[in-house]
Every structure is written in C-alpha cells, then in structure tokens.
C-alpha cells in the first residue's frame, strides 16, 4: 500500500555540464523531507537522460527516503518489453515503486490488450508497487473504474492509480482497501470536495512548497477543508499560469531564481514576466509570509527581494529552452 499524503515530482539540479548536481540534490531533499515531511519522491525519466544519471539521482533519494518516505520512479515506454526492462532495473537500484506513463507514438497506437501490457511490466518486478497513469493516457480512453478493479485483483503489486477527482470515489469503492488513488496535478488536490478516502498527489508545487502541498492534501479530505481553501486562495496565481505543457519548466525557474538548486532553463521575456507577476502577486496578500517562510529559513534567502531583483530574472531571456530533469 501507498501512503496517501504530498509526493514531490522532483526537479533534479544539474551542474553546467549537464551532470546531476549531487550536492544540490541532497539539499532539496533535505528540504523535501525534513522539513516538508512528505510521504515521497517522484524521479520521471528524460529524453536523452542516460539511465546511469537517473539511477544515480534515485540512489540519492533512496539513501535520503528512509523507510517512510516512498522513492517512485516515472516510466514512459511504447513497448512493454522495454518498460519491463526499465522497472527490473530500478527495482535494483532501490525504487520502492513505478509509476507507468505511457508514450505517445508517431501512429497513435491503441494497446488492444491492456491488461496484458500492464501484467507484463508488473510481474517482470515483483517487489516494486506499481502506479498506473490514468489521467494522462494518450493511446485511446482511461481505463473505467472496473477494468481497474479486474487489474488490481489479478495483480498484487498494481496497488494505485494516478487519475482525476472527480473519479477518484468510484474507483476507490470497487478497488481493494489497500489501492490509493494518487492526482496528477496540484490543481486537483483543490478540487476535492467533501470528507472520503485519504488520497496521493505528485505535486510539482512541492519542489517550493513541500510541507503546504502535504498539509493541503491532508486536509482536502477531511470534514473541515477551511485549510485547504486558505492554501489554494493564497496559490491561486500560480495555479492559473502552471499549464501541463511548461509547469516544470515554470517551477524550476522559480526554483532558480529563489536561490535553490535547479536545472537551467530559458524563456520568452513574456512568458518570464507572467511567472514574475504571478509571484508578486502572492508576495501581496497579507497571509503570505507563511508560505515563502520555509524556503527563506533553509536556503537562507530575502525571497521578495529575490523576486524583485530584476537581473534575477534576465538571465533565464533570450535562449533556446533547455529540457527540465
């Protein structure tokens, strides 16, 4: 079973020469951990990220998680064959779990046997915990709530689902006590609505905001969501500019620009200014000072001199964008 509560979607800092940044690693999760108390790590694979870098990234979480804090790796393969391949070697680097993303492919091939294809990859690594990716299916229609129960009764390891909110009840009254439901996306912890079943969510926000996105998960589902409505009122900037197509990159140029270790990153001037604008208008409610704290306190920052600071933001202008870990 997956403890419901925060799972970091890890940014993982990289040095000039596109080597991972062990230090700053170790720092953020430090920060991720210690400080946010989050129940987990995601790493997601890359394009063109060799798989002794990201073993070396989740190596880092691991020695980090200890036995309560969970280290998933995301998998994105066409073929099951690969995808096997992958999850038997992060089980040897020391994953606690994966998370099955599929891939689009140039013909838009639709799996005419969906239960095979996810057996496959769960047998191949038997002590791995496995997530399926739900919300994002691009090769044809999520699966319903009952073939998602067919599946995790047949499959001891397949133990959660990654999908929307608004499914996330029927799913868990067909499913096993043991399943959790996990969100994809922070915009989905505010859209929960009502006291049910504790659930995950893998929270970009939570690269910045590690213990805010734990609590605003916790209290999403409890009878009393007065904390969760303060959190997403305050955040409600943010959320309106993170789309699922750069919300990484946005993160981690905040990240960059706050003085904690990230990738590098390059943008249009318009869309740097949107991110800035965004964040000042957060610096401007009052109830603010809370959620920018944690970051000041451990990175030793002025966060709203940071943002302020106008050559802060110029460097990330006027170059090609690099691709975010």
Sequence with gaps: MWEPGCYVDAVIPTKK??????????KNLYFWLLQGKVQGVLIKSSRGREFEKEKLAIEECSGYAGRETSVVAGVSFLSSRDASEKAQRLQKAGCDGVALYERLSLKRVIYRNTYRYYEEIARSAPLLKVIICNSERENGSPLSPGELKALEWRIP???????????????????????????????????????QKKKG??????NIFPGVMQNAISQATEKDTSETVKIRETLEPLLKILQPGSARRDIQIIMSVLGMPAPSTFVEKSEIWKIREALLKIMKREEAGWLFEPVENFYKV????KIRDDNAWKEFVGKNTKTAL
Excluded: M, Y
């Excluded at 020469?17 to 170790?26: N, P, T, V, Y």
């Excluded at 439901?181 to 912890?189: A, I, S």
């Excluded at 002025?302 to 001199?305: F, G, Q, S």
């Design 17 to 26: 020469d596109g080597q991972i940044d062990q230090e700053g690693l170790r």
């Design 201 to 206: 969510v893998f929270s970009l926000l939570g």
């Design 157 to 195: 390891n397949i133990c959660g689902v990654i999908s929307k909110a608004r499914e996330a009840i029927e799913i868990e009254k067909l499913c096993r006590p043991d399943f959790t439901v996990f969100l994809g996306n922070d915009r989905d912890v505010f859209q929960i609505s009502g006291p």
């Design 302 to 305: 002025d966060v709203e001199k």
